[in-house]
């Protein structure tokens, strides 16, 4: 290619503070041609897994690493030849603007790493840093000027000239909307101008929820929500190992490495159990009533397309006790010795994939009406199965519910998420022998369970909050009266 240069795509921080992804496929090949936005791999984090796009056009020339092998975060993985691209050396003052001509940066300073996507690692990243305005030595100006070039989505910038720094800078280019990359092949697959999209990330970042909720406003009056696979819930504990070879003759024992989402999910049960105090309470109920109403909802045209199934009035009657019993939506600040009581409701669903358990929330669950809950459970429980859950849809949650319920269990002791101080778990829903108007006879029958972190969650609370979950599912037309 005539005036060429290879750039080199190192892996991003995909989530907040992560230091390693797995990569699970590569989806091109050396000699292929690549555009921007373009999905190259997809990679498993410690919290979901993520297609990478490759942020400019070129010629694949090498992959560094094959599917199955864990990078680090910065590690280039894939060599792409661009045409009238950066020199090697501008490269990487776009990864790390601190280059060593510029005398202000502490030759003892340890080297942090750097995010190399827009958007992507921590907001305090110095690739946002914005150049000085006293005077500088041409060499510093002009990696200063890669960096933004880069940042602003322009790629790098040519070589400078020797020539005296000018006494003002000319204007910068006007930035193209900020977004991750999976955030802008979200808005291109659905046909989304990001500079029509309201942000509401940090420093103005588009995030897919952004995304979505501008398909939404646009096509609101056609919309109507997929129908969603039967949810599959999980107890907090990792999902079930492989089978066991056919013949006990070829191996006796088969061995899993312990990595990603399954890492991630035994690091964060070993931490709640070590570091909340977990009381748990349990109420059986009659919610005969409760099967009744759902088999009714699913005949209202309201929710025509969507599946209404028991944990959608599960849900709904946690979010009435909530309302009822703020308190409980809390978390525990160690630092600053403070409980933080929500006044919003972030719901988490705990689901089992193939790669293990997560646990994604409906953010603002408390603020939706019951057709509105069910699309957004319906959408969180098949984008979990299809594996393509993305890190900030399990960030941020407060309260979460896990349905043991559907692997026949009757019920469980179910361990906090970390950062919550409650989860709700439901137990299977069977005909059993109960008492009903002074008569034993056939009703429908769970027992439901609620852990709480009792540091700020006493006994009082907690039973209070448990009873009127309890008492909604026995009479469901407390969501009426209560609500």
Request: hydrophobic share 45%; proline share 6%.
């Given at each position: 290619m005539t005036n060429a240069s290879v750039r080199e795509f190192k892996m991003p921080d995909v989530g907040e503070g992560l230091t390693e992804a797995e990569i699970l496929k590569w989806y091109v090949q050396p000699g292929d041609t690549v555009t921007d936005g373009q999905v190259v791999c997809e990679v498993e984090t410690a919290k979901a897994a993520v297609e990478l796009p490759i942020p400019y056009d070129g010629v694949v020339r090498a992959l560094h690493f094959p599917e199955g092998t864990t990078v680090d975060v910065g590690t280039s993985i894939i060599a792409v030849e661009v045409a009238g691209g950066a020199a090697p050396a501008q490269e990487e003052a776009a990864v790390a603007p601190a280059p060593a001509a510029e005398p202000e940066q502490p030759a003892e300073q340890p080297a942090a790493r750097q995010p190399v996507l827009v958007g992507y690692g921590v907001a305090t990243s110095s690739t946002r840093r914005r150049p000085r305005k006293q005077a500088q030595d041409p060499a510093a100006q002009q990696a200063a000027s890669a960096v933004q070039s880069e940042l602003n989505g322009h790629g790098a910038a040519p070589a400078a000239p020797a020539v005296p720094a000018a006494p003002a800078a000319p204007p910068a280019p006007a930035q193209r909307p900020l977004a991750k990359p999976?955030?802008?092949?979200?808005?291109?697959?659905?046909?989304?101008?990001?500079?029509?999209?309201?942000?509401?990330?940090?420093?103005?970042?588009?995030?897919?929820e952004d995304v979505h909720a501008a398909v939404a406003a646009a096509q609101a009056p056609q919309q109507t929500a997929p129908e969603a696979p039967p949810a599959a819930p999980a107890a907090s504990a990792p999902a079930a190992q492989p089978a066991a070879p056919a013949s006990y003759d070829s191996a006796r024992e088969t061995r899993i490495p312990v990595?990603?989402?399954?890492?991630?999910?035994?690091?964060?049960?070993?931490?709640?159990?070590?570091?909340?105090?977990?009381?748990?309470?349990?109420?059986?109920?009659?919610?005969?009533?409760?099967?009744?109403?759902?088999?009714?909802?699913?005949?209202?045209?309201?929710?025509?397309?969507?599946?209404?199934?028991?944990?959608?009035?599960?849900?709904?009657?946690?979010?009435?006790?909530?309302?009822?019993?703020?308190?409980?939506?809390?978390?525990?600040?160690?630092?600053?010795?403070?409980?933080?009581?929500?006044?919003?409701?972030?719901?988490?669903?705990?689901?089992?994939?193939?790669r293990g358990l997560i646990v994604p929330n409906i953010k603002d669950a408390h603020a939706t009406t019951l057709p509105e809950l069910a699309a957004s459970l319906g959408e969180l429980v098949s984008t979990a199965r299809e594996g393509k859950t993305s890190p900030s849809a399990m960030q941020g949650g407060t309260v979460t519910i896990t349905n043991v319920g559907v692997f026949g269990v009757d019920t469980g002791t179910p361990l906090l998420n970390p950062g919550e101080s409650a989860i709700l778990a439901v137990g299977a829903i069977k005909p059993q022998p109960w008492v009903h108007k002074g008569k034993v006879k056939p009703r429908q029958v769970t027992t439901l369970a609620l852990s709480f972190d009792h540091r700020l969650v006493d006994g009082e609370l907690g039973s209070k909050v448990l009873a009127d979950v309890a008492a909604v599912l026995e009479q469901p037309k407390r969501l009426i009266t209560w609500a």
């Open positions: 999976p955030v802008r092949k979200l808005a291109k697959d659905l046909g989304v101008d990001l500079a029509t999209v309201t942000p509401t990330g940090p420093d103005g970042v588009v995030t897919r990595k990603g989402v399954r890492k991630a999910t035994a690091a964060a049960m070993v931490g709640s159990a070590f570091t909340a105090p977990h009381v748990t309470e349990f109420v059986t109920v009659d919610v005969t009533r409760t099967m009744k109403l759902v088999e009714e909802l699913k005949q209202d045209k309201e929710f025509a397309g969507l599946r209404v199934n028991p944990l959608l009035l599960i849900a709904k009657a946690l979010l009435v006790a909530i309302r009822r019993n703020p308190d409980i939506n809390a978390s525990w600040d160690e630092a600053a010795q403070e409980i933080v009581v929500k006044h919003y409701v972030n719901l988490g669903i705990a689901a089992a994939t193939p």
